[in-house]
Every structure is written in C-alpha cells, then in structure tokens.
T-cell receptor, first 115, second 112 residues
Framework: EAGVAQSPRYKIIEKRQSVAFWCNPI?????LYWYQQILGQGPKLLIQ????????DSQLPKDRFSAERLKGVDSTLKIQPAKLEDSAVYLC?????????????FGPGTRLLVL | GDSVTQMEGPVTLSEEACLTI???????????LFWYVQYPGEGLQLLLK?????DKGSNKGFEATYRKETTSFHLEKGSVQVSDSAVYFC???????????FGAGTRLTVKP
C-alpha cells in the first residue's frame, strides 16, 4: 500500500514570496491533515479536512495560509506571502476516518526555508 | 487545553540499556494516547497507541501503559539497539475530535 506522498521535499524562498505544497493521501482515507513542525518542536495541526470539507482550521493563519482539497483526494497548502517564521517542515497526514482512535499516517514532509 | 508534556532530551544510552521516556498529559475526558517515532531522514511513524485507561500498547519491544491515575503514558524498552536511535513523540487525541496534540519530542541516541 502506497503511503502519503508529498512534494516538493525541499523548498527555499525569499520572504514575501509565495509557495505551495502538495499532498496525496493514502487511497481511501477520508481525513487529511496539514501540520507545521518548527525545528525542535512537535507538529502543530494547521487544518483538517473530511473529504473535501474543512473540519478544523482554527490554528491556520488565514491572512497568509490557505488550503484546499477540491475533489476530496489531493490537497494543496499555500503560503502567500511567506515570512521568516514560516520556516518549518510541513507534514501531511491522512486517516481512514475522523474517530479519535484512528491512526494518522504521515508523509515525509516538505522542508521550507524562508530567507 | 488538552496537551502532553514529555521529558526533554537528548537521551544517550549504550546498546542493551533500559529506556524510559516520560510522558504526562492534561485532558478533559478520555483521550487516546500515542507514541510516534521519527527515524533520521524519514517521516513520523506510529509506534504504539492506547485508547482507554489501563490499555498497554506495544510494538518492536516498546511498551507504554495508559495510566489515568497518574495521567501518564511513559515509553519503555528493556534493551535498546543502535537502530532505535530516533526522535520519539508522545501525542494525544482528545475524545471529542481528532486534533492530535504532540509533545516536543525526545531525541534518543544509542551507542554501540
């Protein structure tokens, strides 16, 4: 079974530029998550989708971050404009459903450096 | 809000030593508890989980018991190997949603 795919793996941009990340979850997984992991910290949830609807985006900085999952499968996360403090690893995860006992499967992440 | 606190690292052990990484949680209700591991250059992987009090999760020689009375979920292994070198994350999922809360991670290095 293929795991969660993410691209690109690395990205370097200058502040005020825009950037987009792509995620393809495990086939059949209804729930998709985007996390931000700053160096030395645990991942922090940014947004959660159930199929193509947003379940929780309370921690997403909506003035600069946006995300979509239009057909309920792939998802993109965008930052526009980027700030220095956005440097982090952006992790995508998916689970079969939304239950609290559901295991989340993580992709390899996209490492972003903002200069 | 619901959260976990895990012991700070880094932790350095010799091969075959005993490992304990402490994790305590704060939650309303009855969360599910997880340990994830991140090997060098790889993504987060679920190591084990427990979904109710007194449950014991186990995998690859690692164990953790969900202790409601002490609000803890300590990770233990009786004999570590060099291949166990990784960052270990304790996490909880509140009982009313799937907003996973992670600890800061503990880096383990096992030396031959």
């Amino acid at each position: 079974e293929a795991g969660v795919a993410q691209s690109p793996r690395y990205k370097i941009i200058e502040k005020r530029q825009s950037v987009a990340f792509w995620c393809n979850p495990i086939s059949g997984h209804a729930t998709l998550y985007w996390y931000q992991q700053i160096l030395g910290q645990g991942p922090k949830l940014l947004i959660q989708f159930q199929n193509n609807g947003v379940v929780d985006d309370s921690q997403l900085p909506k003035d600069r971050f946006s995300a979509e999952r239009l057909k309920g499968v792939d998802s993109t996360l965008k930052i526009q404009p980027a700030k220095l403090e956005d440097s982090a690893v952006y992790l995508c995860a998916s689970s079969l459903d939304r239950g609290t006992q559901e295991t989340q499967y993580f992709g390899p992440g996209t490492r972003l450096l903002v200069l | 809000g619901d959260s976990v606190t895990q012991m700070e690292g880094p932790v350095t052990l010799s091969e075959e030593a005993c490992l304990t990484i402490n994790c305590t949680y704060t939650a309303t209700g009855y969360p599910s508890l997880f340990w994830y591991v991140q090997y060098p250059g790889e993504g987060l992987q679920l190591l084990l989980k427990a979904t109710k009090a007194d449950d014991k999760g186990s995998n690859k020689g690692f164990e953790a018991t969900y202790r409601k009375e002490t609000t803890s979920f300590h990770l233990e292994k009786g004999s570590v190997q060099v291949s166990d070198s990784a960052v270990y994350f304790c996490a909880l999922s509140p009982n009313n949603n799937n907003d996973m809360r992670f600890g800061a991670g503990t880096r383990l290095t096992v030396k031959p």
